[in-house]
């Protein structure tokens, strides 16, 4: 379901959040209330397809992921539109099209000339198989692949699977999803931070990463030794850096 935390005190403004693929709202369990901590109020979202939110009748489209969290953000937009994997996607796509955020942190976005959406489709359709088999086998690959992620990390990210509309969402990822991330980040016209992943781990890779790199002020490309779950492996400093970010708004 979507969740909001308070913020501690009177509010800075609003940072909203996306998850990424065959995840939920409940990703930022810990970094949402840390923001909260900060004086933000955070609110997140359930993608289409995901969670308690449901999926349009046809494949999942860019497009349709863009409608539905342009018509829940408030009214007047938020301060920061926070998006991990292809919630970056759609969150950069979201802001180059409506002006709903005066800044963007895209984390991990997935470039397309190093990842094949349809042999990522096949990934995805073989853990949202097996969650509903053995999700305890599952739960330890993530363990063994994530040695930095909490165990509430593993539990939600195996609940999460089991909530996926599976025939639509991977539909969507083999037929009907494509992006440009450097193309994506160009057409913002507010102020973009990428937290990206260590290369080897990251699903910005190659030309693209070299392209987004080349296309942000200093200090707006932040590399972290991390996984492509930033927030899960290195959740202190992915707070820091969105904080700072956002705290250069005011």
């Known amino acids: 379901m979507d969740r909001e935390w308070s913020a501690a005190g009177r509010a800075r403004g609003t940072v909203a959040l996306l998850h990424g693929v065959t995840s939920s ?3 930022w369990w810990r970094v949402g209330p840390a923001l909260a901590r900060r004086g933000w109020r955070v609110i997140a979202f359930d993608l289409p397809g995901h969670g308690d939110c449901p999926a349009p009748v046809e494949p999942l489209t860019l497009d349709a992921l863009v409608a539905s969290v342009v018509d829940r953000l408030p009214g007047g937009g938020v301060d920061v539109l926070v998006g991990h994997s292809l919630g970056g996607v759609v969150g950069a796509a979201a802001a ?6 005066r800044a963007v942190v895209l984390e991990d976005p997935p470039g397309l000339r190093a990842l094949d959406p349809y042999v990522f489709a096949h990934t995805v359709a073989a853990d949202l198989e097996l969650v509903g088999a053995d999700p305890g086998r599952l739960a330890t690959r993530f363990r063994t692949l994530n040695p930095r992620w909490s165990e509430t990390d593993v539990e939600t990210v195996v609940a999460a699977l089991h909530r996926v509309d599976a ?11 494509r992006w440009d991330v450097p193309e994506l980040v160009g057409a913002v016209d507010v102020p973009v931070l990428v937290l990206a992943a260590a290369e080897r781990a990251s699903a910005l890779r190659g030309e693209d990463r070299s392209a987004v790199r080349a296309a942000l002020p200093p200090g707006r490309f ?27 708004l005011a």
């Open 25 to 27: 709202a409940a990703t």
């Open 96 to 101: 180059a099209r409506s002006g709903v955020a």
């Open 167 to 177: 025939t639509n969402v991977v539909s969507g990822l083999r037929a009907a999803m």
């Open 222 to 248: 932040v590399e972290l030794a991390s996984g492509h779950a930033v927030h899960r492996d290195r959740p202190a400093e992915w707070v820091d850096a969105v904080a700072g970010f956002a705290a250069t």
